[in-house]
């Protein structure tokens, strides 16, 4: 059975953009196109998949798989379908596309995430966002994803001692990098301060401990490690690949909300498949919706031990010259997270960083790569790359 | 076309029955009963309610009371980031009411005042209705006197 590899790779700008949800995925689809010289053409790819959460109410449109298509001028044979997993959704569709070309169903794989969450009234913003969780039982209260993760991070630090700054310091590190991706949202940088000082959102978050409203989209090729050869001398395959999902529902789920054992999960599968330890990972792209999540996956990924992700940011050794490089492209909270497309730009990172190809960004000799998306504390996705040949 | 611009959102549940088995729970809820469904066969209590057992997937359920008072495992009190119509702020609790743990608010309360451990009580707080409902009913918690 063939392998499977990444062959392009394309990023629409994430932020508030001006342009339409079409517009953005468009952009992002003939990047992809465009960054592999003409060696694969719209008529190359037999399968699609569109990796998008709320397109019905952003831009009133469902049957998204066969619109994105005729944007980038793909007639599907094998496959052509829209996913929606909420912010797991990108790095879901990297895993299905793994699955469609292992199974020999289709011979090369778009996949494509693209959101458009900034509207013509805002007030109409966190109400769309409050459509991913449990409407009948949460999100009708005004319950959103800070709360959550909030409640996360008030357990982490009773239990653990994580502090307010190890959380801030997330952020700094993350927005650091994003300064060198011309793709993000934040371009800028925060201090410290900026972060500890920054207006509450939600205890014991601040402004910066949360990731963005954003538009933006991805564009990644995925085929067989044959085809892949005739197409780049540099293809990026994909060696392992785990899900585990506990459910929608907050309330229920743990006894501990500082462990977020589905990712565990996900991880340990993922590690298997690619039979690597953590420590083999060189650079990672993790969801960084808000600061505790980095700190609790860097955690469930095994890069430290249970309830030290706070020194683990703190002594550097998730940033440049540490242990793992993380988050190099910035993070969701320095990129923004235009939800669908996020898992596939970090994917795209990826296949820039094993390759040598992310400029100022560069993780020197990365070999191994990994992408996690979770959409809630209680489901996650775990990929990972590697640069060396898998046939 | 004649409308104005709008493109809104009705964030509460459908509650009629008309649109919901789980109807009795509100009806409950406005009689002062908090409620959640338990299995017939296997003695699960579930939150929230459900037409089946997750546990052992008999349909075989009954609505039961949960106990009058529960006590406040996690809290957050949010200022911003909610949606339009909530107040501000907001304080968010995770309440261990007897077997099950149930995410709502914290209602006429002082933020300062909340802690792990707060011994709170079910109550109810009105919503805009629909067509159907002249009004519709959602579960909070008040500090327990």
Redesign the interface.
Known sequence: MSQTALVSAGVAKFGVREASYRDLLTEAGQACFAACGGAIKPDDIDGFIVCTVMPERTAVQSHIASMAEECLGIRPSTLSLRLEHMCQSGNLGIRTAYAYIKAGLCKAVMVVGAEKLQVPVPDEIFLNMSTGLDRDWEACQGVTAPIMFAMCAQSHMRKYGTTKEQLAKVAVKNHAHSVNNPYAQFQSGVTLEQVLNAKSITTPFGLFDCSPISDGAAAVIVTTADRAREYTDMPVYIIGTGQSVHGLTFANHYEDLAHWPPLKQAAKSAYEMAAIKPADVDVAEVHDCFTIAEIITTEELGFCPKGEGGAFIESGQSDYGGQVVVNPRGGLLGCGHPLGATGVAQTAEIFWQLRGEAGKRQVEGAKIGLTHNNSGPTEHVVNIFSREVVL | MTAK?I???D???QQHKKYTK?YPFYDHLRQGRLVSTQCEECKHI???PKTMCPQCASAQIDWVELPKEGRVV?????????????DIP?I?V?VQVGP??????LINADPSKVE?GLAVEPDLVK?PGTPLDEERV?P?FKIKE
């Not at chain 2, 996690?74 to 909530?86: H, N, Q």
């Open positions: 611009y493109a809104t959102i964030p509460f549940p789980m579930t939150w929230p996690e809290f957050t009190v949010a200022e911003r980031g909610i949606p339009v119509g909530f907001t968010f995770l099950v743990r149930i995410l709502s608010r792990i919503v959602l909070v």
